[in-house]
T-cell receptor, first 110, second 116 residues
């Protein structure tokens, strides 16, 4: 099975940088995803890591360390619209199935 | 980009009735689709994998006789909640694999089901 842990809630200030961590225990996986989900809406894709290292996409970056079972999502220049839940998810080995963490609710304050 | 639609976007039904939710891939074919359920303030939980032309695969704890899945074509999967109860009230989301090597999925907009 897969066990994924994320902080439940975080608060950060507009314009700042925030790092959302995700730790996991799994026997194997294809890659690690980060999704953003606003309340009452479906998740939207943010980033994907399959190899160790940092993937940068504009204001969002994601890092993966397979040896440490650890990933983080870095959000820069926070905007109020970034207030949402951020879901860490693993794609199972040889499968499209996603296992989601419980999500981190980020609140951006002025 | 690829789009996955769901219909209806929200539905209210009475206890004991059945509700059908449709999931369509609009500009690509999907031999596999996934159905998730999300309760308030919780994460998405995979319910079942819908396979075109064959039976769905259900996750442990999901009643296959209660949540009927039909994947009749390469662009349509349906989830029917039979004999609905208030505890079935939830946000139901479908997704379809992109086919990319990145294993990315495209999510539908979700269906809010309320059982009274």
């Amino acid at each position: 099975g897969q066990n994924i842990d994320q902080p439940t809630e975080m608060t950060a200030t507009e314009g700042a940088i925030v790092q959302i961590n995700c730790t996991y225990q799994t026997s194997g996986f294809n890659g690690l995803f980060w999704y953003q989900q606003h309340a009452g809406e479906a998740p939207t894709f943010l980033s994907y890591n399959v190899l160790d290292g940092l993937e940068e996409k504009g204001r969002f970056s994601s890092f993966l360390s397979r040896s440490k079972g650890y990933s983080y999502l870095l959000l820069k220049e926070l905007q109020m619209k970034d207030s949402a839940s951020y879901l860490c998810a693993l794609a199972g080995a040889g499968s499209y199935q996603l296992t989601f963490g419980k999500g981190t609710k980020l609140s951006v304050i002025p | 980009g690829a789009v996955v639609s769901q219909h209806p976007s929200w539905v209210i039904c009475k206890s004991g009735t059945s509700v059908k939710i449709e999931c369509r891939s609009l500009d690509f074919q999907a031999t596999t689709m996934f159905w998730y359920r999300q309760f308030p303030k919780q994460s998405l939980m995979l319910m079942a994998t819908s396979n075109e032309g064959s039976k769905a695969t259900y996750e442990q704890g999901v009643e296959k006789d209660k949540f009927l899945i039909n994947h009749a074509s390469l662009t349509l999967s349906t989830l029917t909640v039979t004999s609905a109860h208030p505890e079935d009230s939830s946000f139901y989301i479908c997704s379809a694999p992109s086919g990319r090597i990145t294993y990315e999925q495209y999510f539908g907009p979700g269906t809010r089901l309320t059982v009274t």
